[in-house]
């Protein structure tokens, strides 16, 4: 069965930082663009980053340009997010996501993060 | 940027209705569409996606059409286990968006 499990999220003042993990099994992860997706509470969703297979290429929003950095660990089948300068309007659970094939759709997420950005 | 605009954003139906929830985009985006359906505390659902093509394991009665910058939802026969948030996505380009959901609600 395929999983993706997020790990990371918390409390986090204004200003700071925090690196999501996101453990996949059951595909070959090596083969696969991934995404970062957010929901902030009550919100809909909204597209934070996607990354190629051999994490040659990223793209974010706009709003987290700079301050977000998408990453892969291939051999340790891991996704992650490392947000800095973080803002309260960054507060959202943040969904990892398998994207099929590279078509840039969603065929599996995981359970979501909680990440909550006040002092 | 593409904008994905839905309507409407809540709608009541009941059970055994009939119900189609529209998905306009700002410009063209071909086929490169796809529809979730996510639960209160959940992660968001694949339905559709390419417009048409129904996830495996989705039920037949939902089903999507549409081309350039109208699209469709349409689930036939609402079952409980259907009232929920309905978000459509674009993936023609980037940035990808969704758009701002689509509330199913027990009339």
């Known amino acids: 069965d395929v999983q993706l499990v997020e790990s990371g999220g918390g409390l986090v003042q204004p200003g700071g930082s925090l690196r999501l993990s996101c453990a996949v099994s059951?595909?070959?992860?090596?083969?696969?663009?991934m995404s970062w997706v957010r929901q902030a509470p009550g919100k809909g969703l909204e597209w934070v980053a996607n990354?190629?297979?051999?994490?040659?290429?990223?793209h974010y929003v706009d709003s987290v340009k700079g301050r977000f950095t998408i990453s892969r660990d291939n051999a340790k089948n891991t996704l992650y997010l490392q947000m800095n300068n973080l803002r309260a309007e960054d507060t959202a659970v943040y969904y990892c996501?398998?994207?099929?094939?590279?078509?840039?759709?969603?065929?599996?997420w995981g359970q979501g993060t909680l990440v909550t950005v006040s002092s | 940027d593409i904008q994905m605009t839905q309507s409407p954003s809540t709608l009541s139906a009941s059970v055994g209705d009939r119900v189609t929830i529209t998905c306009r985009a700002s410009?063209?985006?071909?086929?490169?569409l796809a529809w979730y359906q996510q639960k209160p505390g959940k992660a968001p659902n694949l339905l559709i996606y390419?417009?048409?093509s129904l996830e495996t394991g989705v039920p037949s009665r939902f089903s999507g059409s549409g081309s350039g910058t109208e699209f469709t939802l349409t689930i036939t026969s609402l079952q409980p286990d259907d009232f929920a948030t309905y978000y459509c996505?674009?993936?023609?380009?980037?940035?990808?968006?969704f758009g701002q959901g689509t509330r199913l609600e027990i009339k």
């Open positions: 996505q674009h993936y023609n380009s980037y940035p990808i968006t």
């Open positions: 410009q063209s985006i071909s086929t490169y």
């Open positions: 996501a398998k994207i099929y094939s590279s078509s840039g759709y969603y065929d599996y």
């Open positions: 059951g595909f070959t992860f090596s083969s696969n663009w």
């Open positions: 990354i190629k297979p051999e994490g040659s290429e990223m």
């Open positions: 390419k417009v048409s």
